[in-house]
């Protein structure tokens, strides 16, 4: 092939499954580097990891370090068989599948510093590909300051990349990280978005997308962390983060589409399963005091918020920008 001739569309889907997994391993071992400059002291393991079917992983995993109680940063490519139990829930046709992805989860030790997620995937099966991922916060003790500056910096690069698009993202973000037995969603939102190409075309746009907000997730939680970490608290906050934690478990056990798929589709368990909290409880019909931080933070957890409408940010203002 001669260079800028067009890929056949079978390359296509392989140049782009290649793509997300080379961004994916390198941005691996710059998020792990940075985290561990954050904590200061902890140190993240590497675990390589093979799917009996086809495909593996590399796992990085660090625990009780000085900021971060637990954080993994996953990147995985798996291929075959096409398990029954997705088989009628992937698009496109055929029996066999390809997957490739990466995906973060931060446990901070203290309750001032919130939980953050990141995923970003690439799911191929036959002739059909899509990209999906999103990015959240959860606080235990709301800052709103802190949620504005996080969708601020998801807002910018939402709209840098499809002008108009972050009030879409982050609607699918607070309708996905929902858990409805609870009538709660997870946390403070950011931005979610599935099925981004299965229609046809190609997917050289989606993935910058995926990779943008990739990309800006380690400095918008960096510099919470960095504000709230040397902020005091006692047993009090921290029996509080156990509590909602809970929460934080029961939506990745029963809604989480990465949860779902890594263990339908033959991932290694202890790999998907580092996105838990180390540190949990269930406390039968809590229920936090009138006018008490704990009962702040529900009140927007039960009714999410536009947060840079709020602060005076149009949808596509910039952040920073005067609000006046």
């Excluded at 961004?23 to 009996?52: K, T």
């Excluded at 203290?110 to 606080?139: Q, Y």
């Excluded at 709660?184 to 978005?193: D, L, S, T």
């Excluded at 510099?223 to 509080?240: F, H, S, V």
């Amino acid at each position: 092939m001669t260079s800028g001739q067009a890929l056949e569309p079978e390359e296509a889907l392989g140049a782009a499954v290649d793509r997300l997994e080379r961004f994916a391993l390198e941005l691996q071992e710059a998020l792990c580097a940075g985290l561990e400059a954050l904590d200061g002291a902890g140190r993240f393991g590497r675990d390589r990891w093979a799917r009996p079917g086809g495909g593996g992983g590399v796992a990085r995993v660090l625990e009780e370090g000085a900021l971060l109680e637990r954080a993994g940063v996953n990147v995985s490519r798996v291929h075959g068989e096409v398990p029954p139990a997705l088989a009628g829930r992937l698009e496109g046709e055929g029996g066999t599948f390809e997957a490739v992805g990466l995906s973060l989860v931060l446990h901070p030790r203290s309750p001032l510093v919130p939980a953050a997620h990141l995923n970003v995937r690439l799911i191929r099966r036959g002739a059909r590909a899509w990209v999906g991922g999103g990015t959240d916060l959860t606080p235990y003790y709301l800052f709103e300051e802190d949620a504005v500056a996080f969708h601020g910096a998801l807002r910018e690069v939402c709209e840098r990349h499809e002008p108009g698009s972050y009030p879409r993202h982050k609607a699918a973000a607070d309708a996905y990280f929902h858990l409805p037995h609870r009538g709660e969603h997870r946390g403070v939102g950011g931005v979610f978005f599935d099925h981004l190409g299965a229609g046809g075309g190609p997917l050289s746009g989606h993935l910058a997308l995926a990779e943008a907000v990739a990309s800006a997730f380690l400095p918008a939680w960096g510099a919470i962390a960095a504000r709230r970490r040397a902020l005091p608290y006692g047993e009090a906050e921290r029996r509080w983060q156990e509590v909602r934690r809970g929460r934080y478990v029961e939506f990745n056990l029963v809604h989480d589409r990465g949860t779902v798929f890594g263990l339908a589709s033959g991932g290694r368990t202890e790999s998907i399963l580092m996105s838990l909290p180390p540190r949990v409880r269930w406390v039968y019909d809590e229920r936090p005091g009138p006018g008490s931080r704990e009962a702040a933070l529900l009140e927007v957890l039960r009714a999410p918020r536009e947060w840079l409408a709020a602060n005076g940010l149009g949808p596509a203002a910039t952040p920073g920008a005067s609000k006046g």
